[in-house]
């Protein structure tokens, strides 16, 4: 089975800072990793992925995500916050040693920042 | 290039009613989703096809849901007969066949059972 863990309902940090929301996965084989963010009141909008290759990922507005195999984590990160990045961020995982290629979400985290 | 279209945006339905959303993908896009995402939860993944055919459903409540996408487009999920605990988000999502292709989603729709 797989799963994921967001440990942080909430982050909140001062406009300008860096910022990091954390998630931690468990797959029985090799895991793609992906990053969405939600809006309220609407769908969820891809962010970044790893497949392979570079364990440093970057995405879309300016985040980026390290791979790190050995802890099991795929932290989304962000050198300078926006308040405009206010939003509700969920980490998912596929094992693709697995054929049923279900994408499994973490809870999400509420990343809150402030002016 | 469109997004993946949803309908009705909002529902709201009395218990052991019967509901009907309807999910468009992106176009050429051969495998479509369907996830139910209660709050302040993440998206459970309900439902895969992969063009007309059905990959997984492990996770769909057969006794009360149902869907298909007769001609490898666009969708239907259906509920009958809803439930208090059905109040949820349905998210349809599509991606290009393959499993390390991104998955892009819909606005959903917001279902409320009373």
């Known amino acids: 089975a797989q799963s994921v863990a967001q440990p942080e309902d909430q982050v909140n940090v001062a406009e300008g800072n860096p910022l990091t929301v954390k998630c931690t996965y468990s797959v029985s084989g090799n895991p793609y990793l992906f990053w969405y963010v939600q809006y309220p009141n609407r769908g969820l909008q891809f962010l970044l992925k790893?497949?392979?290759?570079?364990?440093l990922v970057k995405g879309s507005y300016g985040f980026e995500a390290e791979f790190n195999k050995s802890q099991t984590s795929f932290h989304l990160k962000k050198p300078s916050a926006l308040v405009s990045d206010s939003a509700l961020y969920f980490c998912a995982v596929r094992d693709w040693d697995n054929a049923g290629n279900m994408l499994t979400f973490g809870g999400g985290t509420r990343l809150m920042v402030k002016p | 290039e469109a997004g993946v279209a949803q309908s009705p945006r909002y529902k709201i339905i009395e218990k052991r009613q019967s509901v009907a959303f309807w999910c468009n993908p992106i176009?050429?896009?051969?495998?479509l989703y369907w996830y139910q995402q209660i709050l302040g939860q993440g998206p459970k993944l309900l439902i895969q096809?992969?063009?007309?055919?059905?990959?997984?459903d492990s996770q769909l409540p057969k006794d009360r849901f149902s869907a298909e996408r007769l001609k490898g487009v666009d969708s239907t999920l259906k509920i009958q007969p809803a439930k208090l605990e059905d109040s949820a988000v349905y998210l349809c999502?599509?991606?290009?066949?393959?499993?390390?292709?991104?998955?892009?989603f819909g606005p959903g729709t917001r279902l409320l059972v009373l």
């Open positions: 096809f992969q063009n007309n055919g059905v990959v997984d």
């Open positions: 176009s050429g896009h051969a495998t």
């Open positions: 999502a599509s991606s290009l066949a393959g499993h390390q292709e991104t998955q892009y």
């Open positions: 790893y497949i392979t290759g570079d364990n």
